[in-house]
């Protein structure tokens, strides 16, 4: 069955990295584009970044641009997510979540893993 | 402040018929991108309850139904059960922001 498991969160000071990282299994990874989506406590969900299943293409939310960055590896079947600069209201829980098929803006999210806890403070 | 406006929260008795709106603008809903609908139950991640306006996937019942007009999208959920308490979210694609976006959410209460 279809699982994506992330792992790589934690608590940082403002200021500081993290990666984020999103291992996939139950299907082939290559041929699905990937989200990240995040959920600051107590908030709705807010999409962060997109990447084909090819990685020849990657959109950014404004909120984010610049300071973060997707990726994926498909020999290793992970996703990833690159956070720079981070400040306190980054603080949330990153979600992975697959691309279900087709036209990437037409398409919904077929399935979500677990979520990771980003904690940003000093 | 979210691109596609939702009612902050809803309420219905068990057996009756609720609705949440899904309200965007000409260059999401009304530009023709679909809307999709997600269920997050307490403490659990999202899951895809309705995709492409009005389309169901396997496991989910068909009390769930969708619909859209002009530039906004509506869930229906007939016959409330206690299980169906939980956020839920609509997301389309907005073209003048270049941004995948959310709806802020909408807290179902099952009286």
């Known amino acids: 069955q279809v699982q994506l498991v992330e792992s790589g969160g934690g608590v940082v000071q403002p200021g500081g990295s993290l990666r984020l990282s999103c291992a996939a299994s139950g299907f082939t990874f290559s041929s699905y584009a990937f989200h990240w989506v995040r959920q600051a406590p107590g908030k709705g969900l807010e999409w962060m970044a997109v990447i084909s299943n090819d990685e020849a293409d990657k959109y950014y939310a404004d909120s984010v641009k610049g300071r973060f960055s997707i990726s994926r590896d498909n020999s290793k079947n992970n996703l990833y997510l690159q956070m720079n600069s981070l400040r306190v209201e980054d603080t949330a829980v990153y979600y992975c979540?697959?691309?279900?098929?087709?036209?990437?803006?037409?398409?919904?999210?077929?399935?979500w893993g677990q979520g990771t806890l980003v904690t940003v403070s000093s | 402040q979210s691109v596609l406006t939702q009612p902050p929260s809803v309420s219905g008795a068990p057996g009756l018929r609720v609705t949440i709106s899904c309200t965007g603008s000409s260059s999401n809903i009304g530009a023709g991108y679909a809307v999709h609908w997600y269920q997050q139950l307490p403490g659990t991640a999202p899951k895809l309850l309705i995709f492409?306006?009005?389309n169901r996937p396997s496991g989910v019942p068909d009390r769930f139904s969708g619909s859209k007009s002009g530039t906004s999208a509506s869930l229906a959920i007939t016959g409330l059960q206690a299980e169906d308490e939980a956020d839920y979210y609509c997301?389309?694609?907005?073209?003048?922001?270049?941004?995948?976006?959310f709806g802020g959410g909408t807290k179902l209460t099952v009286l």
């Open positions: 979540a697959r691309v279900f098929s087709g036209v990437i803006v037409f398409s919904p999210i077929d399935y």
């Open positions: 492409l306006t009005n």
């Open positions: 997301q389309s694609y907005d073209s003048s922001l270049s941004e995948w976006v």
